[in-house]
């Protein structure tokens, strides 16, 4: 059958045009010939200059997400090999692959998918139609690149139960691919241990995308007091023990969470030092300020407090209140570590809210590093969406 032809509107394109990976539904001016939702399609400008091919979902506002910038492009097996040995190269010449993502989405031109590789575990999460019908190849061709690379891969759980898929139309699907294995991982990241729930932990099972910031803060925490917020299953708060801090506090929400962090501090022999309270963090900062609590190093690693352009005000008034309420808790000269997970938030925005934040709690601040997500989490340029992480470490002074 031949491919269906998708015509942008005049103007339309321009994101595509530089670089961008998505034609969003308002971008097209007309569809010919037949397809089936997931089928490839050819998408061309309004003159008729061909700008690539990708597959369409009419379910979804984002109707088409590019797998090609080639005229002509055969989407075929040997393509596929190809972006998956493109992915494992990237990823030797970059990060330690024992554990780390290893597909990435649109910034690894296989929209829609992700792999992540928890020492011998793969885990996956397709979150688009289209990529749902290569799944099983890619998986497939990825598992027998590793093998060669001297990377044994000893099962693979599917995590693809992400509510996005509903608005493409797809279930939300959870489970083995292939044969059953323990769903607790033991892996090492940083020099910590860590026991991943593959099955139950949230996106699949561990954030990897703060390796690199976990390991930035460690030279901070020798013999220091510190204070990890949103500790999740204690990823910071474990970093900063091992870098010799003398005394960790980690606090989350979710009782679940703490429970798996004082496990892997004690994984780690770091239970003497490094203690974990589940408590509301916009609770707790207050309490420990009217208790005159100080500390050398706060860090605040937030879920994404807004996941829609609609929600960003009511964001800001939440970011500005933790880093507020975390810099009134730290000595002078001493540090703090803070973040924003999403990608609506912009840099510029998130800037600006510590700022104000610095501003009302009559503190001032020194830039020691700006960061972003792990080299495995890759920014492509021109597709906004894969920018999301942005990690600030700063110097906090009374005012001088």
């Known amino acids: 059958m031949t491919m269906a032809t998708v015509t942008l509107k005049r103007g339309e394109g321009r994101t595509l045009s530089s670089g961008g990976a998505w034609v969003f539904d308002n971008e097209i001016d007309k569809i010919e010939g037949e397809f089936e939702n997931g089928d490839l399609v050819e998408v061309l400008a309004s003159n008729g200059y061909p700008m690539g091919t990708g597959f369409i979902n009419v379910n979804s506002k984002i109707r088409i997400r590019i797998m090609s910038r080639k005229k002509d492009q055969v989407i075929d097996d040997a393509f596929l090999l190809q972006r998956v040995r493109d992915c494992i190269d990237y990823r030797k010449h970059t990060v330690d692959m024992s554990s780390c993502r290893l597909i990435f989405g649109e910034s690894d031109f296989l929209p829609g998918l992700v792999v992540d590789k928890y020492e ?30 001297g990377m044994e891969i000893r099962g693979v759980y599917e995590r693809s ?68 917020c949103f500790t999740h299953t204690g990823s910071f708060a474990l970093n900063a023990g091992l870098a010799g801090a003398k005394d960790v506090l980690g606090v989350d929400a979710s009782a679940l969470a ?34 005159g609590e100080l500390f050398d190093v706060v860090v605040l690693d937030p879920p994404a407090f807004t996941k829609s352009r609609e929600s960003v005000a009511k964001a800001v008034k939440g970011y500005k209140e933790i880093n507020l309420r975390g810099m009134k808790l730290i000595k002078d000269g001493g540090y703090l570590a803070t973040c924003s997970c999403s990608h609506f938030m912009s840099q510029e925005l998130f800037s600006k809210t510590i700022a104000l934040a610095a501003k009302d709690a009559k503190k001032r601040l020194r830039q020691v590093e700006y960061r972003t997500q792990a080299p495995d989490h890759p920014i492509l340029w021109a597709a906004d969406e894969s920018f999301y992480l942005k990690f600030f470490i700063f110097q906090v002074c009374e005012e001088k």
């Open 120 to 149: 011998d575990i793969l885990v996956v999460q397709s979150l688009a139609l289209g990529i749902d019908r290569y799944k099983l190849r890619i998986l497939e061709m990825l598992k027998k690149e590793l093998k060669e690379e």
């Open 161 to 228: 139960d992400a509510k996005v898929r509903i608005r493409e139309g797809l279930e939300l699907v959870k489970g083995f691919i292939g044969k059953p294995f323990d769903t607790k991982v033991l892996i090492t990241e940083n020099g910590v241990k860590y026991h991943v729930d593959v099955e139950n932990g949230q996106k699949t099972g561990f954030f990897l995308d703060q390796k690199l910031n976990r390991a930035a803060i460690k030279p901070l925490c020798k013999d220091a007091r510190v204070l990890d």
């Open 258 to 291: 703490i429970e798996e962090a004082q496990k892997n501090a004690l994984l780690n022999n770091l239970e003497d030092r490094v203690r974990f309270e589940t408590a509301d963090v916009f609770d707790l900062l207050p309490e420990l300020e009217k208790k």
